[in-house]
């Protein structure tokens, strides 16, 4: 388990865990992502109401898994660190579900990835920064410039390669801009317990 500034990083631990024994598991089956849970509208509407969640762990080769492991790995932790660990799993799981379904409203292709939960941090922390963006350090408002470059890059991106999902980038992306707003940060770790020295007074005992 991953421990940064004194904080551990148990969510995005897990997270990135599971993609990867879901994606050695689609390996093994021949990358069968239908019958494994791929995101489709007319799936979904004949009843196949899981889809959107098991979509988001599904990635379509080893690129698209690497890539979405390493956007993961540095969002994930420093969401996990600044915001918390609930907090963390709850915006990937509500903005991954809101990037899904952009994807069903927008198209009937077959979807994967965790693209949109990864948008979805990217827009809560981009929110969350920019809210408070009068009491930040130098270091935070660099920290919120990168985001919105790398945010920028990825929409460029996303919209000069027609293979990729961009309903769910923008779903995920604005449904984290929206819990952005209502997120606090997580209050600093414990310092660990200093018994103080011991007070001797005047005098002796008999």
Known sequence: MRTLLGRQTPVTTV?????????????ATGN???ELGADQRDLVLAGQWWRPLTSMFLHG???????????????GSLFEILLGSRSLLSV???????GSFASLWWSNHPSVGASGAIFGLMGALIAFLFRRRRMLTPAAKSLLGQLVLWAGIN??????????????????????LLLGLLLKPQPPPPRPYEPE?????GGTGV
């Open 15 to 27: 997270l990135l865990a599971v993609i990867a024994v879901v994606f050695l598991a689609d390996l």
């Open 32 to 34: 069968q992502l239908i």
């Open 61 to 75: 080769g080893w690129a698209h898994v690497l890539l979405n492991s390493w956007a993961l790995y540095q969002l």
């Open 92 to 98: 990937f799981l509500v903005t991954g579900l809101a």
């Open 155 to 176: 929409v460029y991106l996303g919209l000069s390669m027609p293979q990729i999902d961009n309903a769910a980038h923008f779903g995920g992306c604005a449904a984290g």
């Open 197 to 201: 020295p011991p007070q001797w007074t």
